[in-house]
C-alpha cells in the first residue's frame, strides 16, 4: 500500500478534502505541495516553542504575543517531551517512528506526562479557530494510550497562539476501543480507494484557484 501507509491525521484529511488531489499529489507524486508564508511562518513557530519549552531559549521578540500561553504549558506539572514522535503497527503496537512496520504516525507538539494524565497540544499559527478540527486531538490521544500504558486520561488542545483561543478535548482509556474504530473505518475508505484505483474528484470552493492538479475539470485553471 505505498503511498496510503503510513498514515496520519493529515493525509487522512487531505484524502477526504478530494481523492482525486490526494492520488495526484501523495500517490503519483506529480505536483508538489508549495510552502507557503503561513506555512514557513508555522514552522519557525514551532521550532521557536520546542526550544523555549524544551531548553529555555528565549523566543524571538517577533513571537511574544504567546509567551503567556506557552508559559502556561511549561508551569504544568510533569515531563515536557517537544516534538514527541508516536508510532504504531496495523495491529496498534507500539513501533518506531521509521520502523518498516510503521502503519501510523503522529507527532506531539508538547506532551506533558504527569503519573496517568496527559496533555497532548498542537500550536496552531492560524487567525481563528473558527474551523478547529478535533478529530486531531483524537488521533492523538489514542496514540498516547498506546505509548504511556499508565495513563488514564489524555486532555489534549489546539492552541491558537495568535487569536488566543484553546480548543480543548478530555479522553479516557475506556473510549479507545470506540475511537480506534472510528478511525479505521475512515482510514479503510482510504486503502478502499487504493484497492480499487478508484479517485473520484471532489469538487469545492477551493478547486478554481487553490488546486495544484490541473488536469482535473474543476480546476479553474487547466
Given at each position: 500500500m505505498k503511498g496510503i501507509v503510513p498514515w496520519s491525521y493529515?493525509?487522512?484529511?487531505?484524502?477526504?478534502q478530494c481523492p482525486k488531489q490526494f492520488y495526484h499529489m501523495k500517490i503519483l507524486k506529480e505536483y508538489e505541495d508549495k510552502e507557503t508564508s503561513a506555512m514557513r511562518y508555522g514552522t519557525m513557530f514551532h521550532t521557536a516553542a520546542e526550544k523555549y519549552v524544551r531548553d529555555g531559549t528565549p523566543l524571538p521578540a517577533k513571537f511574544d504575543y504567546a509567551l503567556s500561553a506557552i508559559d502556561s504549558l511549561k508551569a504544568k506539572r510533569g515531563d515536557k517531551?517537544?516534538?514527541y514522535k508516536l508510532g504504531l503497527t496495523e495491529d496498534l503496537e507500539v513501533c518506531g517512528f521509521y520502523d518498516k512496520a510503521?502503519?501510523?504516525?503522529?507527532?506531539?507538539?508538547?506532551?506533558?506526562?504527569?503519573?496517568?494524565?496527559?496533555?497532548?497540544?498542537?500550536?496552531?499559527?492560524?487567525?481563528?479557530?473558527?474551523?478547529?478540527d478535533k478529530g486531531?486531538?483524537?488521533?492523538?490521544?489514542?496514540?498516547v494510550f498506546k505509548h504511556f500504558p499508565k495513563v488514564e486520561v489524555v486532555r489534549?488542545?489546539?492552541?491558537?497562539?495568535?487569536?488566543?483561543?484553546l480548543i480543548t478535548s478530555s479522553y479516557n482509556r475506556e473510549q479507545e476501543d470506540t475511537?480506534?474504530?472510528?478511525?479505521?473505518?475512515?482510514?479503510?475508505?482510504l486503502k478502499g480507494a487504493y484497492t480499487h484505483d478508484?479517485?473520484?474528484a471532489k469538487p469545492s470552493g477551493l478547486?478554481?484557484?487553490?488546486?495544484?492538479?490541473?488536469?482535473?475539470a474543476y480546476n479553474g485553471r487547466s
Open positions: 493529515s493525509r487522512l484529511k487531505a484524502f477526504d517531551l517537544c516534538e510503521v502503519w501510523f504516525r503522529g507527532i506531539a507538539d508538547l506532551l506533558i506526562i504527569d503519573n496517568d494524565v496527559a496533555w497532548v497540544v498542537d500550536y496552531k499559527t492560524g487567525k481563528s479557530a473558527r474551523y478547529a486531531q486531538l483524537e488521533l492523538m490521544a489514542m496514540a489534549a488542545a489546539l492552541m491558537f497562539v495568535v487569536s488566543e483561543d475511537l480506534w474504530d472510528k478511525w479505521i473505518k475512515s482510514f479503510n475508505q478508484v479517485w473520484n478547486c478554481r484557484n487553490h488546486c495544484a492538479v490541473t488536469e482535473c
